[in-house]
């Protein structure tokens, strides 16, 4: 991916890009790299170019609830940027990843010569939070396994790219991953996923390719 294919970016004009490239820096992660830690100053706005991030909360004990998947176009930092507070996650590659970054200054320079990318990271943010509150509520009425197909159908709906075999989630997390996203054991997740492929809900899942079944409703619609 190169910025001209960044969504925030769209309105942009090639001259702007080339003149946005030569401001930030790219940066690159491998597999497992901390990028952010939770509780640290915020002082840089990331874009994900390719690869994959996940933005979780880490325990001292090594235990991690994982908030979301971040992939190509995506991006965070912003939230710290905005309100002057530590960040409120941890953010690690979950994969070899390569960044854009902007620094404070160079971010707010861009939102101010560019209404338009601060009204998309607005409403970015606001499905966050909508994300965030269905999760909560997943969390406080749903057994794992309704959990699970909450969060399942959330990559799907948001990530999730519709063909004739069905919604296909191309960097699908793992079963770690996704047992951290649904806050319980890896063992129990597997077992929630044969279910759902004998019901045929999921038709494929293989490494970090998912094919599920298209849905017409959310447990929460």
């Given amino acids: 991916m190169h910025l001209k294919d960044v969504p925030l970016f769209s309105a942009m004009n090639g001259a702007q ?14 597999k497992g790299q901390i990028i952010v830690n939770q509780s640290s100053p915020g002082n840089t706005f990331y874009i994900v170019i390719s690869g994959q991030v996940k933005v979780a909360l880490l325990n001292e004990d090594g235990r991690e609830i994982i908030l979301t998947l971040l992939g190509e176009g995506d991006f965070f930092g912003e939230l710290s940027l905005l309100d002057n507070d530590p960040r409120s996650a941890s953010v690690v590659a979950a994969e070899y990843t390569t960044l854009f970054t902007l620094s404070r200054k160079q971010f707010y320079q861009l939102i101010t010569a ?33 959990r699970t197909l909450i969060v399942l159908q959330q990559l799907a709906r948001y990530q999730g790219a519709t063909t004739k075999h069905g919604v296909e989630i191309s960097h699908a997390p793992t079963h770690q991953e996704l047992s951290g996203m649904v806050g319980t054991s890896r063992e129990t997740v597997t077992r929630v996923i044969t279910v759902l492929k004998k019901n045929k809900t999921i038709l494929m899942y293989k490494g970090r390719k998912l094919i599920m079944r298209k849905y017409t409703h959310s447990l929460f619609s």
């Fill in 17 to 30: 890009l080339a003149a946005l490239g030569r401001t930030g820096n790219m940066r690159r992660f491998s």
């Fill in 114 to 146: 560019n209404p338009r990318i601060l009204e998309s990271i607005i409403k970015e943010m606001c499905r966050r939070l909508r994300r965030a509150d269905e999760k909560i509520n997943s969390l406080a009425f749903l057994d794992v396994y309704g």
